[in-house]
Every structure is written in C-alpha cells, then in structure tokens.
C-alpha cells in the first residue's frame, strides 16, 4: 500500500504552527491537544510530528523511537487528563473509518461512560 | 495509579494455551486473533503478550520493544486482512470505557462503512 501524504492538512498546519491548538501535552515524536469539537468531558487527540497518513501507515513505517515517543505522550495523557474512571481510544482509518484528518490521529474520550463501541 | 492484574482473564488463558484462539498474526510481544463475536466483516483483537490491564498501562509500563511489536503485529494485521478501504481501531478501557476483558486489547474492525465515532 502506498501512503501520499498532503502537507496542507489542518494537523500539519497545527503541527507547523500556523494554526493555534490548546496543547496537554508535547514530546519530540507527538503532540496531545484538546479537540475542537470534543464529544465527551475528556477529548484530546495525539498526533505523531512525522508525516503519517494513518495508523497502518504509522504502524508500519515510524521508527521505534516515533512509536514509543507516541506511547509515551499516550500515558502523559492519561496521567494529566485523569481518566481513572475510564477511557476510550479510537483511531479511524480512511473511508470505512471515517477518517476526518489525513494525518494520523488518536482520539483518547472520558470523562463520562462512553456507550457501545459500535452503532451498528 | 495501580494496574493489578487477574492472570485469570480469558486473554491470559488464550496466551497460555488453555483456549483456543483463531489466530491471524503472532510475534514474539503481540498476539491477533480473530474477535469470537465479531461486529464487522473484519474483527480482529491485538494483545500483548505481557501482563498489561489496560492501554494507559501498557503506555506507560510496557518496554520499548512490547511497544514496537505490538505496532509491528498492528501493521501485519492491516496487511494481512487486506483493509484498503479503511478500519477502524478501539480499546476500551475501565468502567467509562466499557472494558470487557482486563487484558488491554486493541480492536480492528473493518469491511464495511462503520458510521460515527461514538453513539451519543
């Protein structure tokens, strides 16, 4: 599969500062701000700094070092937002996901019981 | 936060061999099987093979290399179930996230339009 990454999505424009984004939390690999559009109490999203289309691209071509600065800033962001109670993490990936963004996105959601997984 | 884990669990059983499981892809950190109630034509769980409750654990506790197999085990899931239409993954974490089973597992659905994120 081939991954063509565009530079002039809203995520490469946070990413490059020329949009404004209420950060939780920042490492040298990924960046955690609060949705703009948040569907629950908590609703932060993790964004890598390299250019990844999606998860599968990430999954197979960051380095290490992306992957697990990804997972750290994951656990910062669970640590600082507070979701003892419970989280849910959900990545969507191209059209059968409902992909919004075409850079890889990790939607983390708490702060109230979340339902089903699924609608349908 | 504490992380106690109950070896218990129907995932710990399925690493140790004492249920069976329809495998799809193993490594030496990852496990993916195929889900026994599946949601979409493509429904496939990704664990760890380490002792982890749940995803803020597994960020925060799991090493560099269970983190980066898991992400390979990850891609050759998307690999192998051929989802170039998109996907959809999900862990469900503690009580707001609706956890069913206190091994942290990722969710990959795909096969077909999977509509909104969240139910409410």
Do not use: W
């Not at 500062?17 to 949705?35: Q, R, S």
């Amino acid at each position: 599969m081939e991954y063509a990454y565009d530079d002039q999505n809203i995520f490469a424009k946070i990413l490059r500062g020329e949009i404004p984004n209420k950060t939780v939390y920042e490492n040298d690999h990924a960046l955690a701000f609060e949705d703009i559009a948040p569907q629950a109490p908590v609703h932060v999203l993790i964004i890598p700094k390299g250019a990844y289309v999606s998860l599968d691209h990430f999954a197979r071509d960051a380095s290490p070092e992306e992957q697990v600065g990804f997972m750290q800033a994951l656990a910062e962001v669970c640590r600082i937002t507070d979701v003892a109670q419970g989280f849910r993490s959900i990545s969507n990936t191209r059209v059968h996901g409902v992909q919004d963004v075409p850079h890889y996105h990790m939607h983390i959601l708490g702060g109230r019981q979340l339902g089903r997984m699924l609608q349908g």
